[in-house]
């Protein structure tokens, strides 16, 4: 009696590679979609992360009547008891202080001394010490509430910068004042690093995207979302801002809006409007310049004594004075 073997069918070399091929071009638009999902993620808990810390500036206020400060020791270290970390010390790594948008992983979390953070107290230009958060007032004696002359809601207090390329500064607890590790101002001159890894830094530094590898986007506020950061105000409220709030705003120069217009005309004739009510609602500057009132309340007037050019929307959102420039523009 003879035995028949039955044979089993399979695949071809080539009909597996195909397969391959087609589940590889079905998973190819997967991908972007599944990062972009996760940035969602990430930049979801880096707001978070702002808030919380916002709110804790709020309620070290409420207590000592003062927000923080970073004289002595950092503002950080200040709110410590108001995020339930009051017993943390210098090595340790606190959730509230790490964005997850950072390409370099926790791992840089266990490479260094003392903890990092990626969230840092604004100052406007060059530690002109005009922010809510001081750079230089010593501890218990901070700004107040009454201090932002615009308003806490048109004020930012506290915005991201990831830590230097080599992981040398931006640390959250530093001892003693005038320190870059928690603090950094929207626009500079006075280079922390002056250069990178692309050589000389750019100069004045102002707010853009950066990059963690270049010692450089250490020396001004940006973040690792794209197109811009994130920003807690005073009010505890947190704000995306693109990076064309950092573009130095320029006005006309045969005209300018004046805060005193020509008195009321007779009830028959209208007044000339200088800008659109767009334009005006979009930004604000100094009253003696700019105030922002309804187009047919602005009248002609020659410009004499423009505004300084070079003035950015968000140079004047890191500053507690009042009368500069407030609304970033969409």
């Not at 993620?41 to 400060?69: D, E, I, M, W, Y």
């Not at 250490?218 to 105000?233: C, E, L, M, P, R």
């Not at 705003?249 to 028959?268: D, E, K, M, R």
Request: hydrophobic content about 40%; glycine content about 8%.
């Amino acid at each position: 009696m003879s035995v028949r073997l039955r044979q089993r069918g399979g695949f071809t070399l080539i009909e597996l590679l195909v397969v391959i091929a087609i589940i590889a071009v079905l998973i190819g638009p997967l991908v972007p979609a599944v990062q972009k999902v996760r940035e969602a993620a990430n930049n979801a808990q880096c707001k978070n992360n702002l808030g919380q810390l916002a709110k804790a500036a709020h309620n070290h206020h409420s207590v000592n009547k003062r927000f923080p400060t970073n004289g002595g020791t950092t503002w950080v270290r200040q709110i410590l008891p108001y995020i339930e970390q009051e017993n943390a010390v210098q090595a340790q790594n606190l959730v509230l202080a790490y964005c997850p948008s950072d390409p370099r992983g926790t791992g840089v979390l266990s490479t260094t001394s003392r903890g990092l953070t990626w969230y840092v107290a604004t100052d406007s230009v060059n530690y002109n010490d005009t922010g809510v958060i001081s750079r230089h007032m010593p501890a218990g004696q901070g700004n107040r509430v009454t201090d932002i002359k615009d308003g806490s809601s048109n004020t930012v207090v506290i915005g991201e910068r990831p830590p230097s390329a080599d992981l040398a500064l931006g640390q959250w607890d530093v001892t003693g004042t005038n320190s870059d590790d928690a603090v950094s101002p929207v626009r500079r001159s006075t280079l922390k690093f002056t250069t990178g890894a692309n050589g000389a830094c750019p100069n004045p530094a102002i707010f853009r995207a950066g990059n963690v590898a270049d010692n450089c986007s250490f020396n001004v506020v940006w973040s690792n979302h794209s197109g811009g950061a994130n920003f807690a105000y005073g009010d505890g409220s947190v704000r995306f801002l693109t990076y064309t709030v950092s573009q130095a705003l320029t006005f006309q120069p045969t005209q300018v809006a004046v805060s005193n217009p020509q008195p009321p005309a007779a009830s028959n004739t209208a007044r000339t409007p200088v800008l659109s009510a767009v334009a005006i609602t979009a930004i604000r500057i100094s009253p003696a310049v700019l105030t922002r009132v309804n187009a047919t309340d602005v009248a002609v007037a020659p410009a004499t004594t423009p505004p300084p050019l070079g003035v950015t929307i968000l140079e004047g959102m890191a500053t507690r004075a009042g009368g500069e420039l407030l609304d970033p523009v969409d």
